[in-house]
């Protein structure tokens, strides 16, 4: 079982990038999913999360109205498009699987994690 991150990379300020997670293994589609980062020298922070049907959605204050989360469950995936890119947007992004319901912000509620993506946004 695979969770891989995508799609990360240089962007300048106000730029925009999108992100996917894919899955290989298992159904994407039984569980939340949640997109975290990591700044350098901060701690993983939640950044936006899709329940299963991808009917409800969060976002962290910081990033309304810039990113938006969609799944595919045909294609096993999430994306996080993100638009207006801030220099503070830059980290480290995971996508991460939460097999219980429920929309949730802090890392100890999700269950299984992918290898990151780097993203930089330059001033």
């Known amino acids: 079982v695979q969770l891989q991150a995508s799609g990360g990379g240089l962007v300048q300020a106000g730029g925009s990038l999108r992100l996917s997670c894919a899955t290989s293994?298992?159904?994407?589609?039984?569980?939340?999913m949640g997109w975290f980062r990591q700044g350098p020298g901060k701690e993983r922070e939640f950044v936006a999360g899709?329940?299963?049907?991808?009917?409800?959605?969060l976002y962290a204050d910081f990033v309304k109205g810039r990113f938006t989360i969609s799944r595919d469950n045909t294609k096993n995936t999430v994306y996080l498009q993100m638009n207006s890119m801030k220099p503070e947007d830059t980290g480290v992004y995971y996508c991460?699987?939460?097999?219980?319901?429920?929309?949730?912000?802090?890392?100890?509620?999700?269950?299984?994690w992918g290898q990151g993506t780097q993203v930089t946004v330059s001033s």
């Open positions: 899709i329940n299963q049907g991808g009917g409800s959605t």
């Open positions: 991460a699987e939460r097999f219980n319901i429920g929309l949730r912000v802090t890392t100890r509620d999700y269950d299984y």
């Open positions: 293994g298992r159904t994407l589609s039984a569980y939340s």
